[in-house]
């Protein structure tokens, strides 16, 4: 909407009656609840999303410091001593 619509669209003439003011305040009043409920569906998505990136990001760090001490254990020949979370249960 440029400027000149916007402001015809605003100004009230001589000849608007209340009805017509009636209708247009509703519809405006209709429009706001509308967008009132989609800032708040957003504003929700939004905080999902930013506790999602939370978790992901620990993990991240998580995985990478895994990485570090493997790495590490490699570099030092201690890669024959596997982790108890990597040995195979004895009844394999």
Known sequence: MNGDTQREN???GTDS???ELT???EALESRIAY???WLD???EAVAGQEQ???RLERL???MQERLRDKQRALQEGDATAPEPMDEVPPHY
Do not use: I, Y
């Open 10 to 12: 605003s100004t009230m």
């Open 41 to 43: 569906t957003l504003d």
């Open 35 to 37: 967008q009132e409920h």
């Open 60 to 62: 991240n760090a998580l």
């Open 17 to 19: 009656t209340p009805a």
């Open 23 to 25: 209708r247009r305040l």
């Open 52 to 54: 999602r990136m939370s």
